[in-house]
């Protein structure tokens, strides 16, 4: 079982939200790499992309999510780092990817203001793009999927939880 634990999903899948309450409840560190890429730069990411633009901004971001150095996390980076083949790797590398499965419609619900919630999304590109663009990267790239469709916070914890332990239980018995 590998030391940590990375959640991928889209803007307002509930990274943060349920990053923390996993954390709390394994008794592991909460790491929001988007905080990390702030503290690095000492920008914020709208700073950040109007600065450099979005291709200037995936740059960084792959670049501070593939030198993360942790233990016993629980890992949120911004939902586009399944743009970044070398932040990719080096998540599974080091963790257990699960991606927060939500439907554009909840995606639509939860979301407020894109730009002030830093979502990255390109000239021309509408929130549906974005989600059809990046749901087979995240299915691609996740070791496990939590489908969050009418579930709060707590509920999505529970089911994570469940299945990690389990995995730990069948690993254990391989041994």
Same mark, same amino acid.
């Given at each position: ?5 990375t959640?991928i *999903?889209?803007?307002a899948?509930g #990274?943060?939200?349920?990053g ?7 008794g592991?560190?909460?790491v929001?790499?988007?905080?990390v890429i702030? /503290?690095?730069?000492? +920008? ?9 633009g ?6 960084v ?6 030198e993360?150095?942790?233990? +016993?996390?629980?890992?949120?980076p ?7 083949a070398?932040?990719?790797a080096?998540l ?7 991606y ?5 419609q /909840? ?10 919630? *830093? ?5 021309g ?5 974005l ?12 070791d ?6 009418? +579930? ?6 529970? /089911?994570?939880?469940?299945i990690?332990e389990?995995?730990?239980?069948? #690993?254990s018995q391989?041994?």
């Open positions: 079982m590998k030391s940590n634990i959640l *999903g889209m803007p899948s #990274k943060s939200t349920v923390v309450l996993l954390a709390k409840r394994l592991y560190s909460f929001d790499v988007d905080i702030q /503290e690095k730069t000492g +920008r914020l990411l709208k700073e950040i992309i109007a600065g450099e979005m291709d200037g901004f995936l740059e971001e792959n670049r501070i999510n593939s993360l150095d942790v233990r +016993r996390s629980v890992i949120a911004g939902g586009s780092v399944i743009y970044g070398e932040a990719m080096h599974k590398e080091i963790s257990t990817v699960v927060l499965k939500l439907s554009l /909840e995606v639509e619900q939860r979301l407020g203001d894109l730009v002030d919630r *830093g979502v990255a999304l390109r000239e590109m509408t929130l549906k793009d989600y059809e663009e990046r749901v087979p990267l995240y299915e691609q790239y996740a496990i999927t939590v489908e969050e469709a009418g +579930r709060n916070p707590g509920a999505t914890v529970d /089911e994570l939880r469940a990690l389990g995995r730990m239980a069948d #690993k391989e041994r």
